[in-house]
């Protein structure tokens, strides 16, 4: 089991319900006048933490990879400051923003099975495949 691939799945997870949260702010503000929605930016930080690892210390390539302790910030939200084509000056579309709603609650949903397979495999070895 590759642990560094659960600690991503779980910062995902994370990442996924903030870009939730922020998805619901965005329909909340629909109507406010100079609104600029928001967006989280979480994708670029799982793919650059795939190899970002100590090195040295593996003997075999059946053992645990450890972590290198990584200060960035996995996911920021970013204002879009896209030109508005509304007069208010918002630039939340509502049917954008449902879509995306979709497509996150989606891949939410994957990663919450994904990491249930990878649990459910650990519990079997674990009782010796019975």
Do not use: C, W
């Amino acid at each position: 089991m590759d642990f560094s691939n659960i600690r991503n799945m779980h910062t995902a997870l994370n990442a996924y319900n903030l870009r939730n949260e922020t998805i619901n702010k965005n329909l909340a503000n629909v109507n406010t006048p100079n609104y600029k929605r928001e967006v989280v930016s979480f994708e670029e930080y799982l793919d650059k933490s795939k190899n970002n690892y100590i090195t040295g210390f593996k003997t075999n390539n059946k053992h645990i990879d450890i972590p290198s302790n990584n200060p960035s910030v996995p996911y920021t939200i970013k204002r879009d400051m896209s030109v508005s084509t509304r007069e208010d000056g918002n630039n939340v579309n509502a049917d954008v923003e449902a879509a995306n709603q979709v497509k996150n609650t989606v891949n939410y949903n994957a990663v919450i099975q994904r990491i249930s397979s990878n649990f459910q495999t650990l519990k079997t070895a674990i009782k010796g495949g019975s």
